[in-house]
C-alpha cells in the first residue's frame, strides 16, 4: 500500500483509510506492507521523519524523502486549475511533475513491485501515485478517493487511472463520478469499516450549553468558512447561545466577527472525540470534496444526525441510503435542517439511531473486509 504519509495521528481522510485497511487485512492474514513518505504534514511537505524500514502497529513501514519540488510553480498552476478548469498539455505535464512525489520510493517500487501480488496507491491526485501507478499497471490498484474537481478531468490523470487493474471505490456516489469521468471503469465499491464503539463516550463539550460541531481539516478547501458563516448567521437571528465547534488541525481560525458563535477546539483524540460527537445536537459537514466521509458516519455510530452539503453526492447518498442526516443547498436549507434538528429533538435521535443502523449494517468490518479480499483476489489472480 502506496501512501503520501502514514501515522495514527494524520488528519487525512485518505491515509486513515489505507491504514486502517491495511491493519485490517493484515489481522485477516494478509501480507501487507506500506510505503510511504517522510512527510508528517501536508502543507509543507517537509521531510520530518526518519527514512528506512520500521514496524509501526504490527506492519512494515518504509518511508522515503520527499524529493525536491518547484513548490511555487505548483501553486501557481494549481491556481490557474482551479480557475480556468483546465492546463495545456505542457503546463499539465509540468503540474505533474512538481506535484509531491519520491524518487527513492519510485525506484523502490520500479524494482520490487513484481514481488507484490497487488499494489494499491491512494489518494489519486499526487505524483506518487501518478507516476507510481505506472510502473506495474497489471498488478496496481488506485483506491482514488475521487472529487469531482479541476485535477480529476486532466487527460493525464484520467489516462493513468484507466489503465490500472482496478480502482476501489468509497462510496457508490464516487464509482458514479469515476464512471462520468473515465467511462466504463474496473473496479467495485469497497469503503472503510467501524467496529461498534464501546462503553460511554465521555462528555461532550463547552459547559453543557446547545452546541452543533465541524469535525475535519480546518482549511478553506473543505468549506469550513462558508460553515461557520453561515451558522452564525443562523445562531444571530434563531438563538445567540448555539455554538459551531471546530475539531481538527489546520490553518483556518474564525474571524473575530464569528467567534461568539464560532469557536476553535482544535485536534482531540479519538475518545474525546467521541464525546464531542455524541454531545453534538448534530454534526455539520460543508465539503463537497468528500469520496466518502469519515466524521459522518463516526457520528452516526454514536447516535448523531449529520447536516450535510447537497452537492455531495456520496453524503447525500449516505442520508438518502440511512435516513441519517438532511442534505441543504443554501442558507434557507440550512436554517431549516438546523430547526429540524433544534425542534424535533425525538426526530434527531431517530434519524441518528437510523444513521448507526446503517454503519453496523453496510460498513461493519467484517463485511467491509469481505468486498476488499474479492477486490484484491481480482488483482492477485490475474497478475
Not at 523502490?108 to 506518487?128: Q, S, V
Not at 462528555?203 to 453561515?230: C, I, N, T, W
Not at 466521509?293 to 463516526?298: A, H, M, Q, R, Y
Request: proline share 5%.
Amino acid at each position: 500500500m502506496v501512501t503520501t504519509r502514514f501515522g495514527d495521528q494524520l488528519v487525512g481522510g485518505a491515509e486513515n483509510l489505507a491504514r486502517a485497511l491495511g491493519m485490517h487485512a493484515a489481522a485477516a492474514g494478509m501480507d501487507v506492507e506500506f510505503a510511504t513518505t517522510c512527510a508528517a504534514d501536508n502543507e509543507r511537505w517537509s521531510n520530518t521523519l526518519p527514512a528506512g524500514e520500521s514496524t509501526e502497529g504490527g506492519l512494515t513501514v518504509r518511508r522515503f524523502r520527499v524529493s525536491p519540488r518547484a513548490v511555487r510553480r505548483h501553486g501557481e498552476l494549481h491556481a490557474r486549475l482551479m480557475r480556468d478548469g483546465t492546463l495545456g498539455t505542457l503546463d499539465e505535464a509540468d503540474f505533474l511533475g512538481t506535484s509531491v512525489w519520491s524518487a527513492d520510493m519510485q525506484r523502490f517500487i520500479d524494482d520490487e513491485g513484481g514481488g507484490y501480488d497487488a499494489i494499491m496507491f491512494t489518494p489519486y491526485l499526487f505524483g506518487t501515485t501518478i507516476f507510481g501507478a505506472q510502473s506495474w499497471p497489471e498488478r496496481t490498484i488506485v483506491i482514488p478517493c475521487l472529487h469531482d474537481e479541476p485535477d480529476a478531468h486532466l487527460p493525464a490523470i484520467q489516462a493513468v487511472l484507466r489503465r490500472v487493474s482496478g480502482l476501489m471505490f468509497n462510496a457508490r456516489g464516487e464509482q458514479r463520478l469515476a464512471e462520468r469521468l473515465l467511462g466504463p471503469v474496473r473496479g467495485s465499491v469497497v469503503g472503510m469499516g467501524f467496529d461498534p464503539p464501546q462503553g460511554d463516550p465521555g462528555p461532550g463539550l463547552g459547559d453543557g450549553s446547545p452546541y452543533f460541531v465541524y469535525a475535519g481539516r480546518l482549511e478553506q478547501g473543505k468549506r469550513v468558512h462558508m460553515a461557520a458563516q453561515m451558522f452564525a448567521d443562523y445562531a444571530r437571528r434563531r438563538d445567540p447561545a448555539l455554538r459551531l465547534m471546530l475539531i481538527g488541525r489546520g490553518s483556518w481560525r474564525p474571524p473575530d466577527d464569528l467567534r461568539p458563535f464560532v469557536q476553535h477546539v482544535g485536534y482531540l483524540d479519538e475518545q474525546a472525540k467521541r464525546g464531542a460527537l455524541a454531545g453534538a445536537r448534530a454534526l455539520i459537514n460543508p465539503s463537497v470534496l468528500e469520496s466518502f466521509s469519515i466524521v459522518l458516519l463516526e457520528a452516526w455510530l454514536e447516535g448523531t444526525p449529520g447536516v450535510v452539503a447537497a452537492g455531495s453526492e456520496v453524503m447525500r447518498d449516505h442520508c438518502e441510503d440511512s435516513g441519517g442526516g438532511i442534505a441543504y443547498a443554501n442558507q434557507v436549507e440550512f436554517d431549516a435542517a438546523l430547526d429540524r434538528v433544534i425542534g424535533d429533538p425525538a426526530g434527531a435521535r431517530e434519524m441518528g439511531e437510523a444513521g448507526r443502523a446503517y454503519v453496523v449494517d453496510q460498513y461493519s468490518w467484517p463485511r467491509v473486509m469481505e468486498r476488499f479480499e474479492a477486490a484484491v483476489d481480482v488483482v492477485a489472480s490475474s497478475s
